[in-house]
């Protein structure tokens, strides 16, 4: 097995005695309610549902929401802690939970239930990969702007339960602007939805709406309705080249005041230890301040789109020194990096970290700037992108394996979410931290005035506390 | 009047000295309203419903709302969010009595931001204002429901409302950054952020369109979008509501999204026409208002795509506005038909359902068969784009037998957009109006957590009280007729 933080094998935990037998009657309650052939107890198979080092007693695998809400209502009356997922390829995101019994395998509850192309709607279930529905939805020219990490194994329930973002986001917004409606198992093993699968809907509470980057605690989510999108008649990329943050933001302020509506932009850059390698390397050299952006249109738009950015990039006090339209081949290599540069696969074996950083869009420049400085004064190398909407993803490196290099690292990590969670707007969480780079007691940004009513929901939505306790903001 | 049997009617004078006491008068204003004269002004809304309030409040600051909040506590009455009164499902009305709060007063605009087009405002700021104020910037507040220049932003937080233009731009709750609530408790909580993705639950994303039931909004952050470089607006006139429903299909299917894409038929074009002359055909079965907007190089081939589909559907004419002004007149024509048809009947009843795109056709030949079979006229006017459907019932509410009639077809044909996978409000809200409906999409346990989820904000039901969901208590006429005798209140 591999510890998700580090990729590095880690030896399988044997379970005491006692723990055993426990698991043994967890397991055989599990086998009554979903049959025993869908229940594993083998320490092999648990050990691939491990959170860090914590290995559930069971793996139950559903086939249909009803064995879901059964199997929540014993967990519930038990008091077992339940862990939903998908392939598990975010499953070291947030806090380890408290308490861990029951991994719930999701991926057998795949159907695309329903799927109308001329109404552009669709109703899925969590289990379903991404790939296999980009795939279905490409053969009515059709897809949705889920370009996230992890893309080629994921499914769409943990896309959406973890909330990860995509470079798209520019142009078609977050899950929660094109998700209609839910259904979903609540912690009494109730199965409830919200929404609906129609493009405008007012018709109660959008409760669908938490479930979306709630990271399994308030619920497990059974079926998804989402709208989708015609794909763009042609799409280019483009990458223009800084010497420096300021120059990369100022073209970013240029583009949002201009007509251009880009489908993605994101400014890319690295630094510090002499091993840091450039995200866009070999497009790009190591000091550079990039900045690419993607444009859909048709042949006319797209014509005058490269115009006017790149009339644009020249602009101002720090002109571009580099614009370039990508070859297709250039793209198909490029986009998948931006695409899974917030999934935090680590870039070496060095200890590292991952943060995701929400700022306003004009404090850009600042936030890269006090970055660079904070990664320099620990020597630490940094890998930074930044999408156009204020959303910062920072990768941290140690510069080599030594005890002083880590304890920099932990160093630059705790001084560089302390300054931006220290500002009003603007919040930092780690996505992950290899135990090198520091305790992860803090993943998540300091919760704010609302955090009695995320305690009340979470309490609504699972009384018993058994849904992935302690994973989410707040220790809910 | 509706809910009389469950409260006094006048108002306890330990209770006004306290609401005198906390707000003190404005200049010349009353911030405190209780003869029974002035509080008739607030019995109503856009919809057709109707509750008397104890009284009426007019807060300056968040501080004011909080002292409201904790001087109704301790007289126990309930609150009732309000702002310009144009809902259309009762939302801002007292069904079970109580004091509204008005956030008229609370109507600046606190912060532009223009580097990250985003914008602080209070609740009472109207809709279309906060565009004026920054349309020199080249931005605009995208949501524009019909009632744009009366309703206010609170307003449509509450309700989650749409407009034509969400089509492209999508509705209210996508265009809400961060909402300052107060909440029964008194207590100010700070709900989203200006930056995006803050930690923790969505909970602005779960608070827009909660419909003054979880709190009392005291201020709000909304992204402002620029405003697109070309916009093309083409009239298409058909001869038959087949056609131009098969258009709207075609339209949706071919992956073309204009910015606007509203429907009327042959009946509400020529009321419309008669009062506002925008120079709708008159003897035509349905026409088709539909917007392109951005790049001007995106903007022509779209229209010409529009008008490609239009033709294909037998569209006997397909005009594109020349300038702004005829745009402007078109879409006056469509925004003040619900005013034209106020001067044909002496009431209408205005529903608002939802359905799948594909589903027009049928859904529009059964909102005909529903009038036959009662013997109404039923004028269409609405955002045919997405799915919305606003079928107008015109009947005579002097006759009972009318009246109920015009409820039951209306109630028909709700749960028809419900049979074919559809919606019972796709924006005006449940309120008052639709809360026996709420069976219909959601069952027992669907509306058990939703309570749940007020309750962890509003307890008690202090706030809003008897909306939303079916009622046991208090048994009422769920539906009454509007007089329209002046025509001057907008609608969606």
């Known amino acids: 097995m591999y510890d998700l933080n580090t990729l590095a094998p880690v030896p399988v935990p044997v379970p005491d005695p006692q723990s055993a037998t426990a698991a043994v009657s967890v397991a055989s309650r599990l086998g009554e309610i979903l049959g025993a052939a869908n229940v594993f107890t083998d320490p092999a198979d648990l050990s691939s549902f491990a959170i860090e080092g914590t290995v559930p007693a069971a793996v139950a695998r559903p086939r249909a929401a009803e064995e879901v809400a059964a199997l929540v209502k014993f967990a519930a009356a038990e008091k077992l802690a339940i862990v939903p997922c998908g392939a598990r390829t975010k499953m070291s995101m947030g806090m380890p939970p408290r308490q861990y019994d029951i991994a719930v395998d999701m991926t057998r509850i795949n159907r695309i239930l329903a799927y109308d192309p001329d109404d552009l709607t669709l109703s899925v279930e969590p289990g379903l990969p991404l790939r296999e529905l980009a795939a279905a939805l490409t053969q009515r020219h059709q897809f949705l702007p889920l370009a996230v990490p992890f893309f080629d194994r994921a499914t769409i329930g943990g896309t959406i339960a973890s909330g990860v973002d995509s470079p798209l986001r520019q142009f078609y917004g977050t ?102 390698a450039h995200l866009l390397a070999p497009f790009a050299s190591e000091r550079d301040w990039c900045v690419v952006i993607s444009v859909a249109g048709n042949a006319l738009v797209l014509g005058r789109s490269r115009r006017e950015l790149e009339s644009m990039s020249r602009q101002g006090e720090h002109p571009a020194r580099d614009f370039t339209e990508l070859a297709p081949a250039d793209e198909r290599k490029i986009l998948p990096l931006l695409r899974e540069f917030p999934g935090g696969a680590p870039r070496s074996n060095l200890p590292s970290a991952l943060l995701k950083i929400s700022a306003l869009p004009s404090d850009l420049q600042v936030v890269a700037e006090a970055i660079s400085r904070l990664a320099a004064e620990q020597q630490v190398s940094w890998t930074l992108l930044m999408r156009g909407v204020g959303i910062v993803y920072l990768s941290l490196a140690a510069a080599d394996a030594s005890a002083e290099s880590s304890l920099r690292l932990a160093a630059a990590c705790d001084a560089i979410s302390s300054r931006c969670n220290g500002r009003q707007w603007d919040s930092a969480a780690f996505l992950w931290r290899s135990r090198e780079s520091g305790s992860k007691t803090n993943a998540w940004a300091p919760v704010r005035d609302d955090i009695s009513l995320i305690h009340r929901l979470k309490n609504t939505f699972d009384p018993a506390n058994i849904f992935a306790p302690g994973r989410f903001v707040g220790g809910v | 009047m509706q809910g009389a049997a469950c409260r006094s009617d006048t108002m306890d004078s330990r209770l006004l000295h306290d609401l005198n006491a906390a707000l003190p008068r404005d200049g010349a204003q009353q911030s405190v309203l209780h003869e029974p004269e002035d509080l008739m002004l607030y019995e109503y809304d856009g919809s057709v419903e109707l509750a008397r309030p104890d009284g009426v409040v007019f807060p300056r600051t968040a501080t004011q709302v909080v002292e409201i909040v904790k001087i109704a506590n301790r007289h126990n009455v309930s609150l009732i969010g309000r702002g310009a009164g144009t809902g259309l499902s009762g939302g801002a009305l007292a069904r079970r009595g109580g004091i509204i709060v008005s956030f008229a007063r609370m109507n600046q605009i606190l912060e532009v931001d223009t580097a990250n087009q985003r914008a602080r405002v209070q609740p009472g700021v109207v809709n279309a204002d906060l565009s004026l104020a920054v349309e020199h910037l080249g931005l605009h507040f995208a949501p524009d429901p019909s009632s744009q220049k009366a309703c206010t932003i609170g307003g449509n937080v509450s309700e989650n409302a749409g407009g034509p233009h969400t089509l492209a731009y999508g509705v209210t709750t996508n265009h809400v950054l961060a909402i300052e609530v107060v909440l029964p408790t008194g207590e100010i909580v700070h709900l989203g952020s200006s930056a995006l993705d803050p930690p923790g639950y969505d909970l602005a994303g779960l608070f827009v369109g909660s419909e003054g039931t979880f709190g009392l909004i005291t201020e709000i952050t909304v992204k402002l979008t620029r405003l697109p470089e070309t916009i093309k607006t083409l009239l298409a006139a058909f001869d038959s509501v087949d056609d131009a429903t098969e258009t709207v299909v075609e339209i949706t299917a071919r992956g073309i999204t204009p910015a606007a894409c509203e429907m009327m038929d042959g009946w509400t074009i020529r009321a419309v026409e008669d009062y506002v002359h925008a120079g709708f055909p008159l003897d035509s079965a349905a026409i088709l208002l539909i917007e392109v907007d951005g790049l001007q190089e995106a903007a022509e081939s779209q229209a010409a795509q529009v008008a490609e589909v239009c033709r294909l559907h037998r569209a006997r004419e397909v005009r594109v506005a020349k300038d702004s002004r005829e745009r402007d007149l078109l879409w006056k024509g469509r925004k003040n038909a619900f ?85 019972i409000t796709g924006e005006h809200g449940v309120g008052m109006e639709k809360d026996h409906l709420m069976p219909l999409l959601f069952s027992e346990a669907d509306m058990a957590l939703m309570q749940r989820v007020r309750d962890a904000f509003n307890p008690a039901q202090m706030l809003n009280p008897g909306k939303i969901f079916p009622s046991k208590s208090c048994g009422e006429i769920h539906v009454r007729p509007q007089h329209t005798g002046s025509g001057s209140r907008s609608r969606a």
């Not at chain 1, 912690?187 to 018709?203: E, F, I, Q, Y």
């Not at chain 2, 529009?364 to 109404?376: A, E, K, P």
């Open chain 2, 339 to 423: 005013g034209a048809v106020g001067r044909l009947s002496p009431t209408y009843y205005t529903q608002d359902g939802v359905i799948p795109r594909t589903k027009l056709p049928q859904t529009l030949r059964r909102i005909s068969d529903i009038g036959r079979q009662y013997g109404f006229e039923i004028g269409n006017i609405f955002h045919a784009g997405d799915g919305n459907l606003h079928p107008i019932i015109l009947f005579d509410a002097r006759d009972k037998q009318q009246f109920q009639n015009a409820v039951a077809a209306a109630g028909d044909i709700i749960a028809f957009c419900v049979e074919v996978g559809g919606a």
């Open chain 1, 175 to 276: 899950a929660r602007d094109y998700t209609l409606g839910m259904e979903f198992v609540t912690g009494d093993g109730a199965l409830v939805k919200s929404g609906g699968r129609v493009v405008k809907n007012v018709s109660g509470y959008d409760m669908h709406k938490l479930m979306i980057g709630s990271f399994g605690t308030l619920g497990i989510i059974t079926k998804i309705n989402l709208r989708t999108f015609p794909l763009p008649e042609m799409t280019r990329t483009y990458l223009a080249t800084f010497d420096d943050a300021a120059g990369a933001c100022e073209f970013r302020h240029a583009i949002a005041r201009s007509f251009l509506r880009p489908q993605s932009l994101e400014i890319i850059a690295a630094g510090g230890a002499p091993s840091a």
